[in-house]
């Protein structure tokens, strides 16, 4: 019983994933941003230094399927985060607080693909971007067989951005489904701190 349903889930969210996929035409998105990185060149440098780097982003997310057990680099998924946290600085100015840190050799591991970078867009979508006192935290770390991404974030004051946790039980779906037993994920969600602390074993 529990194989089978763990079975329908799967082929559930790999049902979402392809209707998600076939809403937009890769083509259209990546001409339309590069048209659009053509007009602003001149005008307006940083606008078109945005849209250079969402459309790196789009691309690496295009490529490389949410259900590809084979995994990326996990340097190549960094290696998005800071394109990310690139466009976050472009948008505010430069006025952002984040830590990262890297510990350990990355080099040769893999990971499914559009993880670490779920989970840091969920800091950066609901947490305080330009405290000092309490900048976003986000470190990776490889010791042995194991793999350790924690994200930490302030929460940001005043009205809260509308969440239904969509893109965390997907997360944590894909992870079952990839890993099995050999990962935990660990969300504290505190009145004003959200940590999100992801290990996998074996990678």
Known sequence: MEKEKLEVENDKVLA????LRAQINPHFLHNTLSFLYAKSLTSCPDV???ILLLDD???YAMENKQDDKSGVLITREIE???KLIQ???LRY???LFIDISIEGNLTARRIIPLVLITLVENAFKHGDLENPIHPIQIKAAAEGKVFQFVVRNRKRDGPKEISHGIGL???KKRLTQAYGDSFHLEIKNEEYSHEANLEI???
């Open 16 to 19: 979402e994933h392809a209707f």
């Open 48 to 50: 078109a230094d945005a």
């Open 57 to 59: 982003i789009m691309r």
């Open 80 to 82: 998005q985060i800071k």
């Open 87 to 89: 466009i976050y600085q």
């Open 93 to 95: 100015a430069g006025r």
């Open 169 to 171: 039980d997907n997360l």
């Open 201 to 203: 074993r074996n990678i």
